[in-house]
């Protein structure tokens, strides 16, 4: 229940950079989860990618402020 609380807060707070600066954040937004994939991929690069609860939040809150098409 309070990780839900607070992972709606956060997709609101991620939200509010879009509305006002759409092509710019999404930029961003795109920049951080690349680079936090990165981050996950140098810690397991003998093995499976396995993303820990926190990576997995954080993509989850990011991807909001990516376009749809631009998630291939």
């Known amino acids: 229940m309070t990780v839900s609380l607070v992972y709606k807060v956060v997709r609101k707070l991620l939200s509010i950079p879009r ?3 759409r092509r710019e ?3 961003d937004a795109e920049l951080l989860v690349l680079r936090h994939e990165n981050a996950v991929l140098r810690r397991q690069i003998s093995g499976r990618v396995r993303h ?3 990576d997995r939040f954080w993509l989850a809150a990011l991807s909001g402020l ?3 098409h631009r998630w291939r």
């Open 66 to 68: 990516i376009p749809r």
């Open 25 to 27: 954040a999404t930029k």
């Open 52 to 54: 820990e609860p926190f």
């Open 19 to 21: 509305v006002l600066l």
